[in-house]
């Protein structure tokens, strides 16, 4: 579907699940070469190999500064280049009421999202600057924009993407390089899973609020991460794309869709 993207390196963090793992499959699926980097090292590895031939897992924490220089180091060495980059990588907050959050728990998150975001798109944009040309997509969240009590770490940390993402994005703009975002509403992935079974998250209450009337899949996440690497979206660059089956665009006081339940 995009025929620019075949040949391309692909660079996941988190790519061994979730959202993460549904952009390794599409951007497979259109030819590129993917780099799977994931806590997980043997899943990342497994995954790799599922993926087919000439694609890579490799195990790094995005939160350490010597992974992230391990795992930009080894894609490079191996594919000579990185074309893209999708900031998947991350954690649910803890939902503890502010004042029994643990400042740790609240520096862990932020250390693995923001920051994480922060050294792998400066690790690949130093060959990106060079070659003139890449496409970095990081992960917002609707929790980057609407206040969800009690996510302080997470919500902050995706605003922060989401302000980094304009950041980047203009610093780079003549040299080739487009940083963008998604904002996801509520998908269907082991991350969301977990927190439903655990009562954190009430999946009923979010059906009820979302226009859509259903929960996103992880491929709709992936068909728009397609579109902003591709060559189609050569001008869009600083943005955050909400795919949240318009979660974001209700404001009333009444449950969106009533009847999904
Ligand atoms: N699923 C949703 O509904 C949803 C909504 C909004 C935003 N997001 C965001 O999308 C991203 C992916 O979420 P998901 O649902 O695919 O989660 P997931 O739990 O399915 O996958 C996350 C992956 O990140 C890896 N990871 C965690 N910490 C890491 C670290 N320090 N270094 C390297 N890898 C690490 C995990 O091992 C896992 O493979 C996250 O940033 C999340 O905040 C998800």
Redesign the pocket.
């Known amino acids: 579907m995009y025929a620019d993207l075949e040949g391309k390196v692909v660079l996941i ?2 790519g ?5 793992l549904a952009a390794a499959r599409a951007f497979a699926d259109e030819r590129a070469s993917i780099v799977i ?4 090292a043997d ?1 990342a590895k497994a995954c790799a190999q599922e993926l087919g031939e000439g694609h890579e897992g490799i195990g ?4 350490s500064e010597a992974d992230v220089a391990g795992a930009v180091a080894a894609a490079m060495t191996k594919y000579g280049k990185i074309d893209v980059v999708i900031n ?4 649910p907050d803890t939902f503890r009421p502010t004042v029994e959050q643990d400042v740790a728990d609240f520096r862990r998150l932020i250390d ?2 923001l920051t ?1 975001t922060y050294m792998v798109s400066k690790a690949a944009a130093v060959h990106m600057l060079a070659q003139g040309s890449g496409a970095i997509i990081n ?1 917002s ?2 929790a980057g924009v609407l206040g969800l009590a009690p996510r302080n770490a997470y919500s902050a940390a995706k605003a922060g993407i989401s302000m980094m993402t304009r950041t980047m994005g203009c610093e780079w703009a003549r040299s080739g390089v487009r940083v963008n975002a998604v904002a ?4 269907l ?4 899973q977990k927190l439903m079974d655990e009562g954190k998250l009430d999946g009923n209450k979010i059906l009820r609020r979302t226009p859509a009337g259903r929960f996103g899949s992880a491929r709709n996440i992936a068909d728009a991460m397609l579109f902003l690497a591709s060559r189609q979206a050569e001008f869009i660059t600083g943005v955050t794309l909400p795919v949240d089956g318009g979660y974001m665009a209700w404001g009333s006081s009444d449950d969106a869709c009533p009847e999904s339940l």
């Open positions: 963090t988190g061994a699940s979730g959202l993460g980097v994931d806590l997980q899943k790094a924490d995005i939160a998947s990588a991350g954690i693995i999202h994480g992960l969240s609707v996801p509403g509520y998908m992935t082991p991350f969301f």
